[in-house]
């Protein structure tokens, strides 16, 4: 997921009030289907065992309680959500009550016709996801041919007026080529770009090994970026998101937990984040029972790391614990199997040594050429690219239990 | 139009793709754009909802002034929509 510029200007933004707050986001993650098969998926890995979706009324209700409640930005996401064939009837309602309505795609689907009903429908604004400047690696980490289609479809999104953030997450298979894809960007006349380094999560997770760069490609990237950013002038906005595992830097994840985004999964599951599900000893409730409110402000699951209360030591007593409230949940207990822990990417964290180690495993990876000669094969030490589908998803479930 | 200072005869008007509207559960205007959302303060959501495409700046400052019985909001106005149009809040008719 991509971070939101809320209260983007500090000096106009209303004082923050003291008591807790609705939500600002409702992110619809409306099917985990989908047409590609993307190495870096935010999915959670077990996505097969929670495929049973949620039906029209059941959205439409979501969005009217989610609308009574404050959220003025409506995410429609997926896996694809284009393969929902209700979508237009969501961002209708959605538009109409007053939400800022994002598709967040693949493209795959989005045909002239398709886009004429969200035209219709009042869609504000299309994320169209690009995996690369070149047809080879596009090809290659989704598993599929679609890499003249997402042009297409990028000249679809152009002549119907909207506004276009291209998205590109960033690997170790995709890094050198990132002026390039700046300038593909460019050219096809987004607003806004986002060069998302991967977060490990999920299939990124599984696949970290091939995916995380070395120091110095980042460095490189963050330069090149910079002289884009020059040349371009404000053309084109670009995000950075910061790598966190090179930067030692914890994040203050989804602007704090329980605090600005509601996700609803396909099934109807609500979650903080969508990768929240992972965290042992957890329990988030379903929309099929429970109203928007009673989760957001009454349930366990969205109380739990709310604040600062949840804190142990080093993050109880540190200056800094308001500004990253400690960093990120899951990643903590990816890393150190322990989700109340600092998050490991923090220098004070006791467990930092994890992310030097798999940091320094990156640099080995990269000098023995592992990705370079065959980014599909394996290598010393590293497994092949594992995709994500549901095949694998039904093999990784059964494999962590 | 010069970008930097606006012209009093110009007229601006919310910035394509941005969408301006009062959220009760704020308490206050809002600027919505593709993901992300500026809450403005009083001040600022009464010069941008009446950035209309219809009145000139000169028509602002008047209409503003007249609503909150006061004079002298040129500069302030003009400081707003300068910084406005630099974020693409506003463009010029």
């Known amino acids: 997921m991509n971070a939101p510029q809320i209260g983007a200007v500090p000096a106009l933004a209303a004082n923050a009030a003291a008591e807790l707050n609705p939500p600002l986001w409702l992110l619809a993650e409306v099917t985990y289907r989908c047409p590609l098969h993307c190495v870096f998926c935010y999915n959670p890995v077990d996505f097969e065992q929670h495929k049973q979706e949620l039906s029209t009324d059941d959205w439409l209700r979501v969005l009217r309680e989610g609308r009574a409640m404050g959220a003025v930005q409506c995410g429609f996401s997926g896996g694809e959500p284009l393969l929902r064939d209700d979508l237009e009837v969501l961002v209708a309602e959605a538009r109409q009550l007053g939400y800022y309505t994002n598709l967040i795609t693949s493209g795959v689907g989005l045909t002239e016709a398709r886009a004429e009903r969200f035209k219709a429908a009042g869609l504000d604004h299309i994320q169209l996801s690009f995996q690369d400047s070149t047809r080879e690696v596009n090809d290659l980490v989704t598993r599929t041919r679609t890499f003249g289609l997402k042009q297409e479809v990028a000249h679809i999104i152009k002549a119907n007026g909207w506004p276009m953030v291209i998205n590109v997450v960033i690997h170790r298979l995709n ?39 070395t120091r110095d490609q980042l460095i490189r990237a963050e330069q090149e970026t910079d002289r884009w950013r020059e040349k ?5 906005r670009i995000f950075f998101v910061s790598p966190d595992y090179h930067e030692a830097k914890p994040k203050k994840c989804m602007n704090g937990w329980g605090n600005v985004f509601l996700t609803i999964t396909p099934d109807g599951t609500a979650l903080p984040c969508h990768t929240a599900r992972m965290l042992p000893g957890l329990s988030f409730p379903n929309v ?3 109203g928007l409110k009673g989760i957001w402000f009454d349930s366990e699951g969205f109380n739990h ?11 109880a007593s540190c200056e800094d614990k308001e500004k990253d409230l400690g960093g990120c949940r899951c990643q903590a207990y990816l890393l150190s ?4 822990v600092a998050d490991p990417v923090c220098p004070k964290s006791p467990h930092h040594h994890l992310v030097e180690k798999i940091l320094s495993e990156a640099e080995t990876h990269a000098a023995s050429g592992v990705d370079a000669a065959a980014p599909w094969g394996a290598g010393q030490n590293v497994h092949p690219l594992i995709f994500r589908g549901p095949q694998e998803s039904r093999s990784l479930s059964s494999g962590s239990k | 139009m ?29 600027l919505l754009y593709p993901e992300g959302m500026v809450k403005l303060n009083q001040s600022a959501g009464e010069i941008l909802k009446r950035c209309d495409a219809q009145r000139s700046v000169a028509d602002i400052v008047a209409d503003l002034e007249q609503a909150f019985q006061t004079t002298g909001l040129r500069d302030e106005v003009q400081a707003f929509l300068r910084m406005a149009y630099q974020q693409k809040w506003v463009r010029w008719l």
């Not at chain 2, 010069?2 to 809002?30: H, I, K, M, N």
Request: aromatic share 10%; hydrophobic share 35%.
């Open chain 1, 337 to 340: 199997q322990d989700p109340d």
């Open chain 1, 305 to 315: 790391y709310r604040g600062t209360g949840w804190m142990k030591e080093p993050c």
């Open chain 2, 2 to 30: 010069s970008d930097t200072v606006p012209d009093p005869a110009s007229r601006p008007a919310v910035g394509s793709g941005f969408r301006l509207q009062w959220e009760p559960a704020q308490d206050c205007y809002v």
């Open chain 1, 232 to 236: 371009l002038g404000d053309k084109m």
């Open chain 1, 175 to 213: 890094i050198e080529h990132i002026g390039r894809i700046i300038e593909m960007a460019a050219e096809l006349g987004a607003e806004y770009l986002e060069l998302a380094n991967t977060q490990y999560y999920s299939w990124a997770f599984v696949n970290r090994d091939q995916l995380l760069p």
């Open chain 1, 288 to 290: 099929r029972d429970m």
